[in-house]
């Protein structure tokens, strides 16, 4: 693995290691594999390890090792994992999320748009487990990756001020949910009762990357009920562990 990763300066106390140039499952897997090498090894200098979708930045302080070192250290623990793809053990988070045109003002057009239903547009986003490949933009914001290209959408062309928290939208081949009230262009076609952003609590977002997130479509009885159990700090989260190759992809 090592000659196909590499090793770019950013900044004077930051380096990227890019694992490839496109989005994938493999590089993925490679770029977590990687984190958790890291991890183990408890260099001293390494601050903080930050995921994308091709590539891995090592923020590190220069006072307590420098950049070659740090490069050979971080070559010595690439390696290629045999572990096949149906075998890796993942965790696998249900999301309970209400799709209608109140919580999701932008359902209507992304049926019209893919010539679909609204049923059709919802049993399709809700049939596939979707790998989280990286959280930014803000605390929490999920970037999920396959999704089916039957639902893709362009963005808003101007996007909205506001955006309601635990949103769920769609922007191209991309869905994702928002954490937080805030401003955005994705499409949203849902909405989700759970808290996915708490900055009160011991795990401010209990989602990572290389988690599965499934979309579970309820009612507006059962999201107002959920709530209230969010609410009363009450709802028991549905995590659990799987095996890759139970996943629906």
């Given at each position: 693995m090592e000659n196909s990763v590499k090793f770019l300066f950013s900044g004077d106390s930051a380096l990227v290691m890019e694992f490839g140039n496109e989005i994938s499952v493999d590089i993925n897997k490679k770029i977590r594999k990687m984190m958790n090498n890291i991890k183990k090894e408890?260099?001293?200098?390494?601050?903080?390890?930050?995921?994308?979708?091709?590539?891995?930045?090592?923020?590190?302080?220069?006072?307590?090792?420098?950049?070659?070192?740090?490069?050979?250290?971080?070559?010595?623990?690439?390696?290629?994992?045999?572990?096949?793809?149906?075998?890796?053990?993942?965790?696998?988070?249900?999301?309970?999320?209400l799709y209608n045109d109140e919580c999701g003002p932008d359902l209507s057009y992304v049926a019209e748009y893919n010539k679909l239903s609204k049923e059709e547009?919802?049993?399709?986003?809700?049939?596939?487990?979707?790998?989280?490949?990286?959280?930014?933009?803000?605390?929490?914001?999920?970037?999920?990756?396959?999704?089916?290209?039957?639902?893709?959408?362009?963005?808003?062309?101007?996007?909205?001020l506001q955006i309601y928290p635990g949103s769920v939208g769609i922007a191209g081949k991309q869905t994702g949910m928002y954490p937080s009230?805030?401003?955005?262009?994705?499409?949203?076609?849902?909405?989700?009762?759970?808290?996915?952003?708490?900055?009160?609590?011991?795990?401010?977002?209990?989602?990572?990357?290389?988690?599965?997130?499934?979309?579970?479509?309820?009612?507006?009885?059962?999201?107002?009920?959920?709530?209230?159990?969010v609410e009363n700090n009450e709802y028991k989260l549905n995590i659990r562990k799987v095996k890759r190759g139970e996943l629906n992809v």
């Open positions: 408890n260099i001293d200098g390494i601050i903080e390890l930050v995921p994308t979708y091709c590539s891995l930045l090592v923020n590190y302080d220069v006072l307590k090792i420098d950049y070659q070192n740090l490069v050979e250290k971080l070559k010595n623990l690439l390696n290629d994992d045999n572990e096949t793809v149906e075998d890796e053990e993942v965790t696998l988070i249900e999301i309970p999320t547009v919802i049993k399709i986003h809700t049939g596939t487990d979707y790998l989280v490949y990286m959280l930014g933009f803000m605390p929490g914001f999920t970037y999920l990756g396959g999704m089916s290209e039957k639902i893709a959408t362009p963005r808003l062309e101007s996007p909205r009230m805030s401003p955005g262009g994705w499409r949203i076609i849902g909405r989700t009762p759970l808290k996915l952003y708490n900055p009160d609590s011991d795990t401010p977002v209990y989602i990572s990357s290389g988690d599965y997130i499934r979309y579970v479509s309820i009612s507006e009885e059962e999201y107002n009920n959920i709530l209230k159990k």
